[in-house]
């Protein structure tokens, strides 16, 4: 079965505090593909970053970072130096290679205050 | 370049009434999705379509949800009865290859 699992429902920080948000998955597949989507009050879904699961190499793109670990099923999101324009729910989604199902976590709602 | 489209943004309804909402996938884009977003819940694909043809429907509760891509471009989903349990976000998302951009949403509140 495929699953995500998102621990922290909710993380409240103080700008300019750094913050990683967990994201747990299941999969027995070897080929897929992991997400990471943010939801704005506005309600669309902004796509951040896809990694497949032949490349554990972390990402970086200005004060995101990504850790992919296998070993462990995690693909945790890290956001330095938090804005409050970070303020948003968070979600990460597994894909199977055989589909373009998205499975999504249930989200983690981030709140940044000034 | 635009993005997907929905309307309208928020529908209120009684329920057993029936609502449509619809959809337009960027340009371009021959796959296309509908899902199901309840409050405090991650999205849950409803229906797939790869051009007008359904690649998958399996959570799609059939007997009073609906939906068409007739032309291969804009997609309606329509619910007849509308229950309680459908108050929800729908959202639709198209893509090209693997990565789905996703609509604004239609806020659904059955009352």
């Known amino acids: 079965a495929q699953k995500v699992t998102q621990a922290q429902t909710e993380i409240s920080v103080v700008e300019k505090e750094d913050v990683t948000l967990d994201c747990v998955y299941e999969?027995?597949?070897?080929?897929?593909?992991l997400f990471w989507y943010k939801q704005p009050p506005s309600g669309e879904l902004v796509f951040l970053i896809r990694?497949?699961?032949?490349?554990?190499q972390n990402e970086i793109s200005g004060r995101y970072s990504w850790n992919f670990q296998k070993s462990t099923s995690s693909f945790n999101f890290t956001i330095t130096a938090s804005q409050v324009v970070d303020s948003a729910v968070y979600f990460c989604?597994?894909?199977?290679?055989?589909?373009?199902?998205?499975?999504f976590g249930s989200g983690t709602r981030l709140l940044v205050r000034p | 370049e635009a993005g997907v489209a929905q309307s309208p943004r928020y529908k209120i309804i009684e329920k057993r009434q029936s609502v449509a909402f619809w959809c337009n996938p960027i340009?371009?884009?021959?796959?296309l999705y509908w899902y199901q977003q309840i409050l405090g819940q991650g999205p849950k694909l409803l229906i797939q379509?790869?051009?007008?043809?359904?690649?998958?429907d399996s959570q799609l509760p059939k007997d009073r949800f609906s939906a068409e891509r007739l032309k291969g471009v804009d997609s309606t989903l329509k619910i007849q009865p509308a229950k309680l349990e459908d108050s929800a976000v729908y959202l639709c998302?198209?893509?090209?290859?693997?990565?789905?951009?996703f609509g604004p949403g239609t806020r659904l509140t059955v009352t």
């Open positions: 999969t027995r597949d070897t080929t897929y593909y």
């Open positions: 989604a597994l894909k199977r290679d055989s589909s373009y199902k998205l499975i």
């Open positions: 998302a198209s893509s090209l290859g693997i990565e789905q951009y």
């Open positions: 340009s371009g884009h021959a796959t």
């Open positions: 379509f790869q051009n007008n043809g359904v690649v998958d």
């Open positions: 990694r497949n699961s032949f490349d554990e």
